[in-house]
């Protein structure tokens, strides 16, 4: 089995072990009634380093298991979030060279589409009196946690993708004495010299 199977078994036990520990009561504390989405930070922190196409099936992964944690429409999550990592990937490896504040701007970005696109849905949509104080009280607090412990999903998740990767050899390239145009070397010149 090639090494970078170890690591995406590695990523499936990283995202079902926090998804345990987001639905555990008293592992991490609530703000505002509110507790964080972990496993969004954990998608945007695997397509930081893998292939697109992976990281899409890790976003829509994790995005089904949001949905069906906390109730929403099956599919709907998981389609934003596998777009989100696969467009992240697919910058990180053309145009954008990989650290922690991009991360945490593509992080922000889904924590923001994902949890306000739920309170549209169930919320804004049927008219619920009260709506932007609910938004201010309960959605937006979920929105600044879940982006919150994005550093600390990041670091676990840097540690896990730098374990079964090959590292590059550093190939030493010996340069080759330049020879004189006459064929000659300098010593042997001036035993011509000498002699002549």
């Not at 922000?108 to 201010?136: M, N, Q, T, V, W």
């Amino acid at each position: 089995m090639q090494r970078r199977y170890y690591r995406y078994i590695l990523y499936i036990a990283e995202i079902f072990l926090l998804f345990i520990i987001e639905g555990t009561v008293h592992i991490i504390p609530q703000i505002y009634l509110a507790k964080p989405l972990l496993l969004i930070s954990a998608a945007i922190s695997v397509a930081a380093f893998e292939m697109p196409y992976f990281s899409f099936f890790f976003g829509i992964l994790c995005g089904l298991i949001i949905d069906a944690g906390t109730g929403g429409v099956m599919g709907l999550t998981s389609m934003i979030l596998g777009g989100i990592c696969c467009l992240e990937s697919s910058w990180n490896n053309k145009y954008i060279k990989n650290n922690i504040y991009f991360v945490l701007l593509y992080s922000a970005a889904a924590c923001a589409a994902i949890i306000s696109l739920k309170f549209f849905i169930f919320y804004y949509i049927p008219h619920y009196d009260g709506r932007l104080e609910f938004y201010l009280s309960h959605y937006l607090p979920r929105i600044v946690y879940s982006w919150a412990v994005t550093p600390v999903v990041y670091a676990v998740t840097f540690g896990l993708s730098k374990t079964f990767r090959k590292e590059k050899k550093k190939i030493k390239v010996r340069r080759r004495r330049r020879m004189p145009r006459s064929g000659r070397s300098d010593a042997s010149r001036r035993r011509a010299k000498l002699n002549g």
